[in-house]
């Protein structure tokens, strides 16, 4: 990935996560997912439309591109490996849940991938 900087993952992954891969969702659920103000999520997403990473109604519903969707699914797998592996070696959900949000966004693409064949090696 790297091209993407921390914040405009989150929001993708935020927009994701609510709003499923084709659905959309509301610009005041991704404020309250993400614990910011209202007016930085609407300046966040004014420069993700302009990048053509999500469609941006006024006053409507916040939708991927498939570009946006692609970067977003790809950040939602990272953090689902993450929290599932920390989980495996003891970690608690919860525990593991805020350090994968910390940690997805920096790992080489190479890292991730050997993870995923440990995950895929371990069985689970």
Not at 6 to 25: N, P
Not at 83 to 96: H, N, P, R
Request: with cysteine; glycine share 10%; net charge negative.
């Amino acid at each position: 990935m790297g091209k993407y900087t921390k914040a405009e993952e989150d929001y993708l992954e935020a927009i994701y996560m609510l709003g499923g891969a084709d659905g959309g969702v509301q610009s005041v659920a991704v404020s309250v997912k993400l614990g910011v103000s209202k007016p930085a999520v609407n300046m966040a997403t004014n420069d993700l439309a302009k990048k053509g990473l999500i469609e941006k109604q006024r006053y409507g519903d916040l939708t991927l591109t498939k570009e946006g969707r692609a970067v977003a699914e790809e950040v939602y797998a990272r953090h689902t490996l993450l929290k599932q592996l920390l989980i495996y070696i003891g970690v608690s959900e919860e525990t593991a849940e805020n350090d994968c949000c910390k940690i997805e966004h920096t790992l080489s693409a190479e890292t991730v991938e050997k993870l995923r064949g440990l995950k895929e090696k371990l069985g689970f």
